[in-house]
Antibody, heavy 126, light 112 residues
Framework: QVTLRESGPVLVKPTQTLTLTCTFSGFSLSDSGMRVSWIRQPPGKALEWLAR???????YYSTSLKSRLTISKDTSKNQVVLTMTNMDPVDTATYYC??????????????????WGQGTTVTVSS | DIVMTQSPLSLPVTPGEPASISCRSN???????????LDWYLQKPGKSPHLLIY???NRASRVPDRFSGSGSGTDFTLKISRVEAEDVGVYYC?????????FGQGTKLEIK
């Protein structure tokens, strides 16, 4: 059974750095084609994709947030970590991580973001 | 970045009636392999999103067959053949053709 669980602070102050951890089980992020993404959702708003890290340590970021985001993985701990610097009240949101399986070689078959965590809510306020 | 546009944004439906949601991208999501990298997700109230459709037309595991996806390139549609009360929530399309991935604005389905 594949599961993902997000964890991190509930409250951060403006200008602080947010560190979120996605702890997963049921798959290995060292297996070819495995990837994990972070997505967030401000209260009452739409989903926003943030970042992705792949089995081979390739990393991809949101264009608008790229300068503030860092994604990393610890394969031995089955964890993916997202850091976001210079937090602002507009970053208040529920943050999700999700697994992606996409083939590493042609025909690059893809199965969607098939398993999501339950989300962790972060409030940015002084 | 690829822009995803959904319509309608609000969709009141009578139980047992069909429903349809449109999603359009400003760039083609079709690859040379013949796949269009377009997903549909449903977020039920108070819950995490979950996958309904991947590669535009493939139902995810345990998704009822009243849900179907169609389309290719830039125009996609999610259809529910007969809406049930448990289908309420917000439906999102998302392109996975290129990073950064991008979502549509969401379509809120409610029961009349």
């Amino acid at each position: 059974q594949v599961t993902l669980r997000e964890s991190g602070p509930v409250l951060v102050k403006p200008t602080q750095t947010l560190t979120l951890t996605c702890t997963f089980s049921g798959f290995s992020l060292s297996d070819s084609g495995m990837r994990v993404s972070w997505i967030r959702q401000p209260p009452g708003k739409a989903l926003e994709w943030l970042a992705r890290i792949d089995w081979d340590d390739d990393k991809y970021y949101s264009t608008s947030l790229k300068s503030r985001l860092t994604i990393s993985k610890d394969t031995s701990k089955n964890q993916v970590v997202l850091t976001m610097t210079n937090m602002d009240p507009v970053d208040t949101a529920t943050y999700y991580c999700a697994r992606i399986i996409k083939g590493a070689t042609y025909p690059f078959y893809y199965y969607g973001m098939d398993v999501w965590g339950q989300g962790t809510t972060v409030t940015v306020s002084s | 970045d690829i822009v995803m546009t959904q319509s309608p944004l609000s969709l009141p439906v009578t139980p047992g009636e069909p429903a349809s949601i449109s999603c359009r991208s400003n760039q083609s999501l079709l690859y040379s392999n013949g796949y269009s990298y377009l997903d549909w997700y449903l977020q039920k109230p108070g819950k995490s999103p979950h996958l309904l459709i991947y590669l535009g037309t493939n139902r995810a595991s345990r998704v009822p067959d009243r849900f179907s996806g169609s389309g290719s390139g830039t125009d996609f549609t999610l259809k529910i053949s007969r809406v049930e009360a448990e289908d309420v929530g917000v439906y999102y399309c998302m392109q996975a053709s290129q990073t950064p991935y991008t979502f549509g604005q969401g379509t809120k389905l409610e029961i009349k």
